[in-house]
């Protein structure tokens, strides 16, 4: 039997796309290193609107099936836009773009070094990465065994609203706390109200997490301080204090998109959450909490200084976690494929 193989001449006819898969506590990472055109704008913002004008055929394709699937998140490497900043990057998942990513951020940190894109030697290395959200510093260095830690120091996070209620149809009054950590997240106490966090509770958390969402942003405008592109709801966060690690402050199970599932703790809602639990006066600067996720995978955040983001009494949070390439990929796209935007079931 001949090897089994696309030879070239077959590729040829096909239009191509390369990524470098991998995941972050769980939560998976498809970064694309190439098959997009060149990306327009001056800023970041600029070019993530210039590719959901042109390019948001390839987003479906990737992160939709049957090349992705429904939870899929993805990372488009751009060029820089700010000055000392190494790159840019826009987020992708099934139904748009993210302002920011944590566990994206930690994963892009580790393959960058992993590969040797980016240096690293004995010493630590400081990473700036332009993100929708703004420059976000990474930080990575190898431990004693050779083995490449990262970590990154996120945009001013701040608790946006305390104590708020909301009635969801066919549930009753919901009670919730608004942080920003990168993007805006409603935190839910989910032992309040029943609401397992656990792996086989996930049905009741996407349906809850959807209906929330949907009835925080019918009576619950968000403007951001600057931009107006960052100024919605991104997700739901289900807190709970049923953890499976002893260490472990509390588990998060964050809902996002159109019904996504993070896998992680989720790192800009953990920097959105350090933010609350400041305000609140329930955790001191530079205490670090480890909160972990649906899957057991955990990360630490730490709230590291305060600050001032306009009117915003805000921190500066610091997120660590692990992650993992799992992967190299070369899709192709047969032109007469009929489900060149792909699709999503669940």
């Known amino acids: 039997m001949k090897k089994i193989d696309i030879s070239p001449e077959l590729a040829s006819t096909y239009s191509e796309f390369k990524t470098i898969d991998a995941h972050t506590e769980g939560e998976p990472l498809r970064i694309i290193i190439s098959g997009y055109p060149a990306i327009k704008g001056e800023t970041i913002l600029d070019k993530r609107k210039y590719v959901t004008q042109n390019w948001d055929v390839y987003r479906k394709l990737l992160m939709h099936e049957p090349r992705g699937h429904a939870d899929m998140y993805g990372a488009l490497i751009t060029e820089p836009v700010t000055l000392n900043a190494d790159f840019g990057v826009l987020f992708l998942h099934n139904e748009g773009y993210s302002s920011m990513c944590g566990h994206g951020i930690l994963a892009l940190v580790k393959v960058m070094c992993t590969t040797g894109a980016i240096e690293l ?145 989720t790192g800009t809602g953990v920097a959105g959450r350090i933010a609350l639990l400041h305000a609140k006066g329930e955790v001191e600067l530079k205490c670090p909490l480890m909160i972990e996720s649906i899957v057991d995978g955990r990360m630490i955040v730490s709230a590291t200084a305060t600050s001032i983001f306009y009117d915003k009494k805000a921190v500066i949070p610091e997120v660590s976690g692990r992650s993992y390439i799992t992967g190299k990929h070369q899709f192709f796209v047969d032109p007469d494929d009929v489900f060149q935007e792909g699709f999503m079931l669940r």
């Open 121 to 265: 030697n004995d010493a630590e290395r400081v990473i700036k990465i332009d993100s929708p959200a703004g420059l976000i510093t990474a930080k990575a260095y190898r431990d004693g065994q050779g083995k490449i830690h990262a970590s990154f120091k996120n945009v001013d996070s701040w608790a946006e609203s305390l104590d708020c209620t909301v009635n969801v149809e066919g549930f009753g009054e919901v009670r919730y706390d608004i942080g920003f950590g990168g993007a805006y997240y409603a935190y839910v106490d989910a032992d309040a109200y029943g609401i397992s966090c656990s792996k086989d509770n996930v049905a009741q958390l996407i349906d809850m997490g959807r209906r929330i969402k949907l009835a925080i942003m019918a009576c619950h405008y968000l403007v951001h301080p600057v931009e107006d592109d960052l100024g919605f709801l991104y997700g739901i966060i289900f807190t709970s204090k049923l953890v499976t690690h002893q260490e472990a402050h509390s588990r998060h199970v964050c809902i996002f998109a159109d019904g996504e599932v993070d896998r992680s703790p």
